[in-house]
DNA sequence: GCAACATATGTACATTTAGCCTCTAATTTA
DNA sequence: TAAATTAGAGGCTAAATGTACATATGTTGC
């Protein structure tokens, strides 16, 4: 009868697919890897897990070396696992997403120094990958497209305040479709978790929107319900 | 510029939410552990990864073992990493659920040494469990609860050739509602994937209910239209 | 002052969902 | 053997939601 862990050698990652929202544009941040495997390569941030740190804090970590930035929103939503997937030994990789609201400065300095340069890219515009990030990307991408129908995670990519134009936007660009502008509209105020701020646009041409804010209280109190946005 | 990836000891594993529906009850799979620590305790299923698997191929070869059975469905669903998880160590949990249908002979006969016994526990009538097995528990069913509105995962559940009653009853005892008969059939029928077998229950009392089979094939067809069961 | 641009909104109809009861077919019981 | 019981099977209506669509309003720019 063992009580010891059977072990190979082996660890685990953290691997992050970053969506920022842009001028009606989705983008991913990708580093160019400074280090090998794959040095020179573009590929999605991440790194090893902290020998006394969770999987969400290490997560965290990554992303605010990164970006300088905290308390972003992130969502583990998938472990890839298989044996030969990094080329100098087992390498576990636990895959987050994260949705951030971009706005002002964009440019991002990596902190550290396995990361030559780090640029927002449009997701319709990727290049090609180092290891399995292609497909880490992917099943991130189809996550959220799914996920943004039942859960209020379009906010997470719009500042505080935004106008519902702008939300539509968000939409249109996950889903990849159209939207009737009316019908949109209707039903998201139908929700009764967008409040009004009576205040409109500033510096912008013609005819300026309302800006709301989203209520997460008043969600909070109808998540059981599980309401599709 | 380090070239060897940094490590620490640890190792993973996988931990599986074995759901089974028999008579009218939701059920998993429950072990009584043969090892320390929490020896006697009882656990969800699970095994440390095979060095040579990939996260999957460990997920069934551990169901296997236990139960015999292969071509289970299964699928991913949370990591759990947190430090301290593991009284030997760090130990990183991919956890799956997996979805039986339950019918003949429902006695689980482990073939590993590591679990005493086996059996299949009402949900609602869960022991206390080893290690941070009751919150893998609880986010699994939380996660098929979600799941089964919007993909025909219930039918996992159910034999080959089921009746409508039965499926109500899956949908009933999971989502924890009373649901009317009328509206049921007429929206389950409406999405054209049960087919009506012409064939009758046996060896029931009373009227024998119609027998169907859930068409993978024309579900597959309706898919990227991601209908809502 | 008018054209251009962007926001904002209302109406009609179709589809889906919710709520409900009675008929039919079979077995069981008296 | 007929009546009672049980379970399957289904239709109708109102309410809610979704879909499709055009015009009014408010602002800037020329």
Chains 1, 2 share one sequence.
Not at 9 to 36: A, M, P, Q, Y
Not at 85 to 112: C, E, M, T
Not at 115 to 134: S, T
Not at 208 to 228: G, H, P, Q, V
Request: charged share 30%; aromatic share 12%; hydrophobic share 40%.
């Amino acid at each position: 009868m063992k009580e010891i862990l059977p072990k190979f050698d082996s660890t685990f990652s953290i691997d992050c697919v970053v969506f920022g929202f842009d001028e009606g544009e989705l983008k991913i941040l990708l580093i160019e890897r400074n280090e090998e495997p794959f040095k020179d390569w573009w590929a999605l941030p991440g790194n090893i897990v902290g020998e006394v740190e969770s999987l969400d804090q290490s997560a965290s970590r990554i992303l605010n070396e990164l970006t300088g930035l905290s308390n972003i929103y992130m969502e583990q939503y998938y472990t890839f696992g298989d044996v030969n997937r990094h080329p100098q030994g087992r390498v576990v990789s636990i895959a987050y997403y994260a949705l951030l609201r971009l706005g002002g400065d964009k440019a991002v300095k990596p902190i550290s120094t396995y990361a030559k340069q780090a640029h927002w890219i449009n997701v319709k515009d990727l290049p090609r990958l180092a290891f399995d990030h292609q497909q880490i990307f992917d099943k991130g991408l189809e996550k959220i497209k799914r996920r943004i129908k039942h859960q209020p995670i379009a906010f997470e990519l719009l500042p505080e305040k935004f106008t519902l134009t702008q939300l539509q936007n968000v939409y249109e660009i996950i889903l990849n479709k159209k939207l009737d502008k009316r019908n949109f509209r209707k039903k998201m105020l139908s929700f009764g978790v967008l409040r009004d701020l009576q205040e409109k646009q500033q510096g912008v041409s013609f005819r300026a929107a309302t800006l709301y804010k989203f209520d997460k209280r008043k969600y909070a109190k109808l998540f059981e319900k599980e309401i599709s946005f």
